[in-house]
């Protein structure tokens, strides 16, 4: 994949590029970069044109400025796509990357071909229970980065991926991750129950792996049920980073819907 940078953005991008006319954007989880996509790279690059980044603080994307922030994330995407003069795109998101998915849909609706979102939840209706949940345990995770990061992703793989091979692979990625990295993680929760949803003029598909924490399995269900046209996939012997754990059946999964849209 060619490597780009867009002046005025800490976004490093990468691109594959060929004959067809439809884009997939891949937007990874927290504490890895776009690596995580290489199941699906490999498989995908003949058939689509392939757009994935590091988010920032992550990856290559650390050449950052002051006032600097994920918060900005989709709007640095956005200027991806004018720049790259792609119209609408398909993306995937998956953890945080499901988040930043939605919070761009929100912003550029118009932009987006398809949306699918592994491993995350609603950000436009987040139960207050389970935020706080989720709070709660990113703050524990926070804290032994603070101590170590090397225990930090020791405890951080088991939680993310579900397989030997893939719980090795995120070790890999997470050990580079910049303890200074977590500031620019800081205003996630301004992304979250901001926006008054408006009805999708793409088709959603949602999912995570069934050996996923319950309280993710709980944030699907929920999903699902405020959203009851979109396509819901629980992947069998796969944990949260589904596309790691079961890339097959993850491909064949994005395949059916990218058909379908």
């Known amino acids: 994949m060619e490597q780009y940078h867009l002046k005025d953005s800490p976004v490093v991008y990468y691109i594959s590029r060929n004959e067809q006319t439809e884009w997939v954007l891949f937007i990874h ?4 970069n776009h690596q995580m996509f290489r199941a699906q790279i490999d498989h995908f690059r003949d058939r689509y044109n392939i757009l994935t980044l590091d988010i920032i603080g992550h990856g290559l994307s650390t050449n950052t400025q002051k006032g600097d922030s994920i918060n900005k994330m989709s709007a640095w995407i956005n200027d ?6 792609i119209e609408n795109i398909h993306i995937v998101g998956v953890s945080l990357g499901a988040v930043l998915a939605q919070d761009f849909a929100n ?11 592994f491993g995350g939840y609603d950000i436009n209706h987040f139960d207050s229970k389970l935020q706080k949940k989720n709070g709660t345990a990113q703050m524990l995770m926070m804290l032994k980065a603070l101590f170590s990061v090397k225990w930090f992703a020791k405890s951080n793989k088991k939680i993310s991926a579900y397989t030997l ?3 090795n692979d995120f070790y ?5 991750f ?3 990295s977590f500031m620019y993680l800081a205003s996630l929760s301004s992304l979250v129950n901001v926006c008054r949803p408006k009805p999708r003029t793409y088709p959603l598909l949602i999912g995570c792996g069934e050996h996923d924490i319950p309280m993710e399995l709980e944030a699907v269900e929920l999903w699902k049920k405020s959203e009851p046209e979109c396509d819901v996939a629980i992947l069998d012997n796969a944990g949260h980073c589904a596309n790691m754990d079961a890339p097959r059946e993850f491909n064949a999964i994005l395949e059916a819907f990218w058909a379908k849209a």
């Open 172 to 176: 890999e990625m997470n050990i580079r």
């Open 80 to 85: 991806i796509l004018k720049a790259e003069q």
């Open 107 to 117: 912003h550029y609706p118009e932009k987006v071909k398809s949306l699918a979102c």
């Open 165 to 167: 091979q893939a719980q």
């Open 29 to 32: 989880a927290a504490f890895v």
């Open 178 to 180: 910049p303890r200074r």
